[in-house]
Every structure is written in C-alpha cells, then in structure tokens.
C-alpha cells in the first residue's frame, strides 16, 4: 500500500542550483506569483498562435494542392515529428533559456507569420513550371511544416525552464501548469482560425496578424520578466531582431491586399473581374468583357467556362427530364446552369435548389454576366434556392417529394465531395425520388478517370438504383460545325499547383432510376443547342467501353474515391 504523505526519495538537487546547472532563480522586477502568471499567459499565447500556424498550413494546402485528407495527414505529422526533434535540440539551450526563448519566438513569429504568402506566392508564380520544380509547393508545405513543428517543440523545454525559475516546484506540478496553458491555448487558436481569423481577415492577414502578436508577447515576456537573465549585448540584439521581424510582419500586412491581387492575376490571368471570400470558397470570375469568355473559378477550379458549359449542362439535364419533371431537386448548381436548362421544359412546376454558398447563389443572381449566362433563372418564380447541406437537407426532405433529381456537384475524388457520392446519400435520393423518379449526377471524367467513374455507378447500383452511363467528348455536332475544339479548359488551380494532369476530355453522366432508365430526350422541350439523340447514343457506346467490373461501392465509413 502506498502511503499518501510519504517523504519523496533522495535525489539529487534541482538543476537550477546544483554546480554546473543552470543558476539560482532569476531575480523578478514581479513577485514571484505574478512572474508565474505571466509565463503561463505566454504559454496560452504561443500556443494559440502555434496552433494557428498549423491550421494555416492545412488550409492553404487543401486549397492549392486538394485532397484535403493527404494534406492535412502530411503536415500534422511532419510537425508532430519535428516538435520531437525540437523538444531534444532546446536540452542544449536550458542554460541560456531566456534568450533561447526570446531567439526562438522572433524566428517562430516570421516563419510561422510568412508561410501563408510564401506558400501562395510559390503557387501563383512558380507552380507552373514544370519540370524538377513539379511538386515545388509540396516541398515547401513540408519544409514549412518541418521548421515550424521544430520550433514549437522547442519552447516547451525552455518555458520549463522559465517557469522553474520563476518558483521552485516539484517537476509534476510544473508540468501540469504549463500543458494545461499549452492546451487551453490550443484550444482558443483552433476555435479563433476557422470563426475569426479566417472569414474576417483571410489566410494571409490572418497569419501575419497571428507572427506579429506571437513576437510581441515572446519578446514582452523575456525582455519584460527575464532581461536580468540577459547581458546588455543580448537584450539589445534580441530588441532589434524583434523589432525588424514585427517592421517585417507590419509591411507585409499592409500590402497583403496588393499582393493577393497581383497572384490572382498570376494564377487566373489579367482578366479578374470578381474575386470574393464567401463563407465556403473563394469564388472568382474572369472574362465577360470586351468579348472575353466568362469562366467561374471556385477555390482555384475551373467549374464552368462560357466557351463550352452548355454542352455539360444539356448533357447532365436533358436525359433526366424525359418524363415526369414537374418537381425537380438541382444538388449543388448554385450557378443557376442547371437550373436553366430544367427551366425550358414545359410542365415544369417547381424547381429547388440546394447550393451550400449562399454567396455564390448572390453572385449568380446579381452578376451581370453570370446572371445573362443563366439567362436570369433566379428570377423565375419557380425556383426556389436554399443554402443547406444537401445530406442533411435530403433527410429532412418528405418521400417521393421529386420526379427529379440533378446532382450537380464537383468530382467525387474531391474529399469534400466524397460523402455526396456514397451508398448512404443514393439511399436518401432514392427515397425522395417519386416511383417513377429519375436522377442524373455528375461522375466525373469517365475517360480519364473510369475507375472513380465507375465507382460511384457501382454505388448508386448498391442503394437500389442501377444506372446506365453517358458522357461528352471533346467535340460535339454542334461545335465541330463551327470548326471549334470544344475541350475544357485547363484548371489552372491544379496547373499552378504543380498538378499537371491534362486536362478533361469530357464529362462522364449517369442516368439512374428504380429500375434501368432508357436514355432519351424529351420530345416536347425545346431542342438542345449541344446535345442529339445520336450522340447521345453515341456517349453511351464510349463510355461502355471504359466499365471496370467488380468495383465495390463507396461508404461514409469506408470512401473508396
């Protein structure tokens, strides 16, 4: 049994005052519980900020790079591992650990501040080039992310350190003052980046705001508390490092504004005319002037191009709408694209359209250019556009609510895509599908990447709803009688970003039902600009050929994209 007020053991006497170690505690200009206080304040503030850090490096890379699950995996590992290398490299710096830790804040601040415009200023200017310098950005995001994780791992010996010197503590307690700052601080930089920081100040604002008061508050801490452990050479080499890093930090700031504009122009061109933040995406528009095509971009993805949307637009509606159609659900579609190709039939009664940004639903009402493309759907009384979920807006969604269903929503292996092309979404679809019901979704390019096409063919067969399979080449009837080549065009989010695949051949559709759908055309709208019964025949054939048997389908618990 152990009894509860034993004596410790003898041992051999704290570092700070045995021969050799790192000194008696340093004298405080605060008294002992105050000098205490304010090294845990530090603690929470450079916590915050380390962690703001973190999620800045994710963020930028999710959007640069996609896949937002590599991303993610690659940094926080890479810095959990450095933190390691950090915690064993600052044993060297205990003697000195107010000036170490002063050093250490000004270098966290700037690297840490600066990564978000690095990283952009990479993939704006660089990220094209090709060659050896392809995974560029990738190396960077590690390199950031490796420093950075370095660094933070370094403070936590140093600030034991500190706070051993501020007041003699059996090392236990130590400990558990100074994680339990660590972690509430943690807490509040994860809880300020995605509702602060990040819709009110943008990435890199954000970042830069987050260096300058993590080089304030580490500078404050060892020149205010600590500068008698400093000798007058180190104080006035650690007041101007700081002060150049904070000048640094502040300059960037202020012309964070001119730089983001002038990348954008990098990545997307000359021709921006709108580029806005929404609270999902950034949204931008390029072209509709002086005869310019207009391109929509959505967090650096091309998503519609003037020059050949409507071929994918008749393509994804007109199949689904050949019968009833007097109620129709468009899943995504915030365009307004969608929603104008339905709004042609006649019969048509009611359209809805759950879009998860509303902003873009702003944006495609009220743009003049994007509003004329959609020929001004949004003011046809029979639309009807929400901003939800579309997983949860289907669960809360009546049965056999719809005769039709457009889904119309970015590539499956897109991760935030991913729960919207599994058996559990077409289980819900096909509950609030009528009995004579139809859905049409966008699978991505049948011809470039069948495997996922044909994936989510094998999953909507697992919810009860077998599919046939259409797509659209290059070149239609219509677009070889002009003499154009109607290829999309470059995504230049992923060309920036050293992600130099070609870019699609055409768009892979899927025409599912409760039992196997005939792919036609409705005979009573209006003939389709793009789109014929023989071609369509004809995007059946090619995309037969592209089936990849005995896939099995995709799950929330187990996504196969």
Same mark, same amino acid.
């Given at each position: 049994?152990i009894e509860?007020?034993?004596?410790?053991?003898?041992?051999?006497?704290?570092s700070?005052?045995a021969?050799?170690?790192?000194?008696?505690?340093?004298?405080?200009?605060?008294?002992?519980?105050?000098g205490? *206080?304010?090294?845990?304040?530090?603690?929470?503030v450079c916590?915050?900020?380390?962690l703001?850090? =973190?999620?800045e490096?994710?963020?930028l890379?999710?959007y640069?790079?996609?896949?937002?699950?590599?991303q993610a995996s690659?940094v926080?590992?890479?810095?959990v591992?450095?933190?390691?290398?950090?915690?064993?490299?600052a044993?060297r710096l205990?003697?000195?650990?107010?000036a170490g830790?002063?050093?250490?804040?000004?270098?966290?601040?700037?690297?840490?501040?600066?990564?978000?415009?690095?990283?952009?200023?990479v993939?704006a200017?660089?990220?094209?080039w090709?060659?050896l310098w392809?995974?560029g950005p990738?190396?960077l995001l590690?390199?950031?992310s490796?420093?950075?994780g370095?660094?933070i791992?370094?403070?936590?010996?140093?600030?034991?350190e500190?706070i051993?010197?501020?007041?003699r503590?059996?090392?236990g307690?130590?400990?558990?003052?100074?994680? &339990?700052?660590?972690y509430?601080g943690a807490l509040?930089?994860?809880l300020a980046f995605?509702?602060?920081?990040?819709?009110?100040?943008g990435?890199l604002t954000?970042?830069?705001l987050?260096g300058?008061?993590n080089?304030?508050?580490?500078a404050?801490?060892?020149l205010?508390l600590?500068r008698?452990?400093?000798?007058?050479?180190?104080r006035?080499?650690l007041?101007?490092?700081?002060?150049?890093?904070?000048?640094?930090?502040?300059?960037a700031?202020?012309?964070?504004d001119?730089?983001?504009?002038?990348?954008?122009?990098?990545?997307y061109g000359?021709d921006v005319?709108?580029a806005?933040?929404t609270?999902?995406q950034?949204?931008?528009l390029?072209?509709?002037a002086?005869?310019?095509?207009?391109?929509?971009?959505?967090?650096g993805?091309?998503?519609v191009?003037d020059?050949?949307?409507?071929?994918?637009? =008749?393509?994804?509606?007109r199949?689904?709408?050949?019968?009833p159609?007097?109620?129709v659900?468009?899943l995504?579609?915030g365009d307004?694209?969608a929603?104008r190709e339905v709004?042609r039939?006649?019969?048509?009664?009611?359209?809805?359209?759950v879009?998860p940004?509303?902003?873009?639903?702003?944006? &495609?009402r009220?743009?003049?250019?994007l509003?004329?493309?959609?020929?001004?759907a949004?003011?046809?009384?029979r639309?009807h556009?929400?901003?939800a979920?579309?997983f949860r807006?289907l669960?809360s969604?009546?049965?056999?609510?719809y005769?039709?269903?457009i889904?119309?929503?970015?590539?499956p292996?897109?991760?935030?895509s991913?729960?919207?092309?599994?058996?559990e *979404?077409?289980?819900l679809?096909?509950?609030v599908l009528a009995?004579?019901?139809?859905? &049409?979704?966008?699978a991505?390019?049948?011809?470039d990447?069948?495997?996922?096409f044909?994936?989510v063919?094998?999953?909507?067969?697992?919810a009860?709803?077998?599919a046939?399979?259409?797509r659209v080449?290059t070149r239609d009837?219509?677009?070889?009688?002009?003499g154009?080549?109607?290829?999309?065009a470059?995504?230049?989010?992923?060309?920036?970003?050293?992600?130099?695949?070609?870019?699609?051949r055409?768009w892979? *559709?899927l025409? &599912?039902a409760?039992?196997?759908?005939?792919?036609r055309?409705d005979?009573?709208?209006p003939r389709?600009r793009?789109?014929t019964?023989?071609s369509?025949?004809?995007?059946?054939?090619d995309a037969a050929?592209?089936?990849v048997?005995?896939?099995?389908p995709?799950?929330?618990?187990?996504?196969?994209?």
């Amino acid at each position: 049994m152990i009894e509860p007020h034993a004596p410790a053991p003898p041992g051999p006497p704290p570092s700070w005052g045995a021969p050799g170690g790192t000194g008696a505690p340093a004298p405080l200009p605060v008294r002992p519980g105050t000098g205490r *206080f304010l090294v845990l304040a530090g603690v929470f503030v450079c916590a915050a900020c380390g962690l703001v850090y =973190e999620l800045e490096l994710v963020a930028l890379a999710s959007y640069l790079m996609g896949d937002s699950v590599t991303q993610a995996s690659v940094v926080l590992s890479v810095m959990v591992f450095a933190m390691g290398l950090g915690s064993l490299a600052a044993k060297r710096l205990r003697r000195f650990a107010a000036a170490g830790f002063g050093a250490l804040e000004a270098v966290l601040a700037l690297v840490g501040g600066s990564s978000a415009m690095v990283l952009y200023a990479v993939f704006a200017w660089t990220g094209g080039w090709g060659g050896l310098w392809a995974d560029g950005p990738r190396v960077l995001l590690v390199g950031f992310s490796l420093t950075i994780g370095v660094l933070i791992g370094a403070e936590v010996p140093l600030l034991m350190e500190l706070i051993q010197r501020v007041r003699r503590q059996d090392p236990g307690g130590a400990v558990a003052d100074l994680f &339990a700052a660590d972690y509430v601080g943690a807490l509040v930089g994860g809880l300020a980046f995605p509702f602060v920081l990040l819709p009110f100040l943008g990435q890199l604002t954000g970042a830069l705001l987050t260096g300058t008061v993590n080089a304030a508050v580490g500078a404050a801490l060892v020149l205010g508390l600590f500068r008698r452990d400093l000798t007058r050479r180190a104080r006035w080499l650690l007041l101007t490092a700081n002060v150049l890093v904070l000048a640094l930090l502040a300059t960037a700031t202020v012309l964070a504004d001119d730089f983001e504009r002038a990348a954008r122009h990098a990545v997307y061109g000359q021709d921006v005319r709108v580029a806005v933040r929404t609270d999902v995406q950034e949204v931008v528009l390029t072209g509709d002037a002086d005869g310019r095509p207009l391109d929509l971009f959505l967090d650096g993805r091309l998503r519609v191009s003037d020059s050949d949307e409507r071929r994918y637009h =008749e393509a994804l509606v007109r199949p689904a709408m050949d019968g009833p159609h007097a109620r129709v659900l468009i899943l995504g579609g915030g365009d307004g694209l969608a929603a104008r190709e339905v709004l042609r039939h006649p019969g048509v009664r009611r359209v809805d359209v759950v879009e998860p940004d509303a902003g873009l639903v702003r944006l &495609a009402r009220n743009d003049p250019g994007l509003s004329a493309l959609n020929e001004h759907a949004y003011g046809d009384p029979r639309l009807h556009a929400g901003t939800a979920d579309a997983f949860r807006r289907l669960r809360s969604t009546p049965s056999a609510a719809y005769d039709v269903v457009i889904s119309d929503l970015p590539d499956p292996d897109i991760t935030a895509s991913t729960k919207l092309y599994s058996q559990e *979404f077409y289980g819900l679809l096909r509950r609030v599908l009528a009995p004579d019901g139809r859905l &049409a979704v966008h699978a991505g390019p049948v011809a470039d990447r069948p495997r996922t096409f044909w994936t989510v063919d094998a999953t909507l067969r697992a919810a009860g709803l077998p599919a046939v399979a259409y797509r659209v080449g290059t070149r239609d009837a219509h677009d070889a009688h002009e003499g154009r080549d109607a290829a999309p065009a470059p995504d230049p989010g992923r060309a920036a970003a050293g992600l130099h695949a070609p870019a699609p051949r055409g768009w892979g *559709f899927l025409l &599912a039902a409760r039992a196997a759908p005939a792919l036609r055309l409705d005979p009573a709208a209006p003939r389709p600009r793009t789109l014929t019964p023989e071609s369509l025949a004809g995007g059946a054939r090619d995309a037969a050929r592209t089936r990849v048997p005995g896939l099995p389908p995709s799950t929330l618990v187990h996504p196969r994209y």
